[in-house]
């Protein structure tokens, strides 16, 4: 038996044209999706490091009843939390006294920086460092205010970009995305986080 091929079997341009052009319409459609799912993945992860930072030295603070620093800096191209040992137990951080733990440095993704918008109120000062004492509850620097918690739930809410403060403030410098960050300073832990994208 001998079959027959009918050469009209074939997609012709059009019809492949057709297919085309739905493909790029899905991802016209997706690629913009994507991109709102993953805004502020960074800053997420920063607002995770800050947190898990502050457990380290909560852990480390009740093996050795002293005060332990959990300090934040800017670099370049990122920020980084590093924790100290209060050498000289006078629970304030003295640079080039208190001594930096081994293994407790964190580096913030890329482009994650600590941000002057924190509680400090002084325009290009952000919070320095905190202290975790052996109970666990947070120590500030003197120059520094705490956020009010009512005040960050209410700026939170009502998306207030003008008067929204942090504790402590997470800025991606190549976009205009903040992390405003709440700490209790009782439990020693990050109470709210708020990803505000301008």
Known sequence: MIRRVDRNSAFTIVELMVVIIIIVIILGVTVPLFNLFFRGNSLRNGATLVSSALAQARQLASNKPITYFVVFENKSDGGVISIYEDTNKNRIYDVGTDTSVADANYTMPKWVKF??????????????????????????????????????????????????KGDIVLEEVRQLYKMYISLDKLSGKVRKSYLFTQ
């Open 115 to 164: 941000s002057d918008k924190s509680g400090s109120g002084t325009p290009g000062v952000f919070l320095s460092w905190i202290g975790v004492n052996p109970q666990g509850y947070l120590d500030f620097p003197s120059e520094f205010t705490e956020v009010k918690r009512e005040d960050f739930d209410t700026w939170a809410a009502n998306n207030d970009a003008v008067n929204m």
